[in-house]
């Protein structure tokens, strides 16, 4: 297990409609909150004056303010809104030379949208807040378990860190390390309970990082078990093929190209494992474009042992030739 700790500057790169923006975060202690930036610029937001428009391939919703700022970005069937604010960057040394810079936030609303939702009861009083709030969103949750992260406690539970793959073996580093192996304690789930394993402790697996981003950390609903439902299910092939969200890549089970519909946040899955069939067999967060122009993606992986959107184990790019590109299958949103 990584044991490396460090209070620092974190910087990462995304593109939002291939414009990239600079964003610079700190880790803070104590509490939870492990990133905070300058306040996004306030506008219209404030006092309302919002203009709409519909998009497709995804359908969805673009929210300006009253000089023509894209101020979010709302899809069809998603709780996941991307919202503009001051730009950040996040950085992983160890791994790679790349950075990652974003005026992208990425946060859930409280519902799933569906056209005309800009005039529920909820919108009027959520968005405003949530284009001003500082507060660490799910890109800035899922750095917290990068490569020397500090960590962090909540009611007396460490909550984020430096977090290993899995424990070693002599086959190599396990997987089935889920977020509440990560956190020490057991975990009631509308079908099933777990018990954590004391030897899992401070690890998360591919599958087990995205559900401890956006289940524990953001909320999302979970599911114990590998079915359809009302929740993220356990492995990454049952998210793929049974779990919620809106598709915005379908998995033909051939690479995945054209990349034109993803934004930060999205989930993406791969096939590492073709010699095993053509199933999904790995999952991570699309970060955006890097300072090479490239596409990166966050996962968990056994050779950097943790989460990393560095290049141990393979360059961590959906576009190219690299290991992740041949492998990348399919994406959804949230």
């Avoid at 709409?52 to 979010?72: F, K, M």
């Avoid at 086959?171 to 390390?177: A, I, L, M, N």
């Avoid at 033909?252 to 054209?258: I, L, S, V, Y």
């Avoid at 290991?323 to 949230?334: D, G, M, P, Q, S």
Wanted: with cysteine; hydrophobic share 35%; aromatic share 10%.
């Amino acid at each position: 297990m990584r044991k490396a700790i460090r209070i620092g500057v974190l910087v990462a790169v995304i593109v939002v409609s291939g414009t990239a923006a600079v964003y610079v975060a700190k880790e803070e202690k104590p509490g939870i909150t492990a990133m905070s930036a300058t306040a996004a610029t306030p506008g219209a937001a404030a006092a309302g004056g919002y203009s709409y428009e519909r998009l497709d391939a995804p359908a969805r919703t673009i929210v300006r303010d009253s000089a023509g700022t894209q101020l979010a970005s709302f899809t069809d069937g998603s709780r996941t809104v991307m919202l503009t604010g001051r730009s950040r960057t996040f950085t992983e040394p160890k791994f790679t030379k790349v950075t990652v810079t974003s005026s992208a936030w990425i946060r859930f609303a409280p519902q799933a949208w569906k056209e005309g939702g800009e005039k529920e009861a909820w919108f009027g009083d959520w968005l405003p807040k949530a284009v001003g709030d500082t507060s660490p969103d799910l890109l800035a949750f899922a750095l917290q378990y990068t490569d020397g992260s500090a960590p962090q406690t909540a009611k007396k539970l460490r909550v984020a860190g430096d977090a290993s793959f899995g424990p070693d073996s002599a086959e190599g580093r396990q997987e089935k390390s889920d977020f509440y192996d990560f956190l020490g304690i057991g975990w009631d789930f509308p079908d099933k309970h777990e018990n954590a394993e004391p030897a899992r402790f401070g690890s998360l697996d591919c599958s087990g990082f995205v559900r401890m981003v956006y289940g524990y950390r953001a909320g999302y609903p979970m599911l114990g078990t590998n079915t359809k439902g009302p929740g993220l299910p356990r492995r990454a092939w049952a998210m793929s093929e049974l779990g919620p969200g809106t598709p915005v890549i379908a998995d033909t089970k051939k690479q995945a190209t054209n990349y034109s519909a993803l934004q930060p946040g999205d989930i993406l899955f791969f096939n590492l494992e073709p010699h095993l069939g053509p199933q999904v067999s790995h999952t991570g967060i699309y970060l955006g474009i890097d300072s090479d122009g490239k596409r990166r993606v966050l996962s968990s992986r056994k050779v950097a042992n943790g989460p990393t959107f560095g290049d141990a184990g393979g360059v961590s790019l959906i576009d190219g030739e690299g290991t992740y590109a041949k492998a990348f299958r399919a994406a959804k949103r949230l």
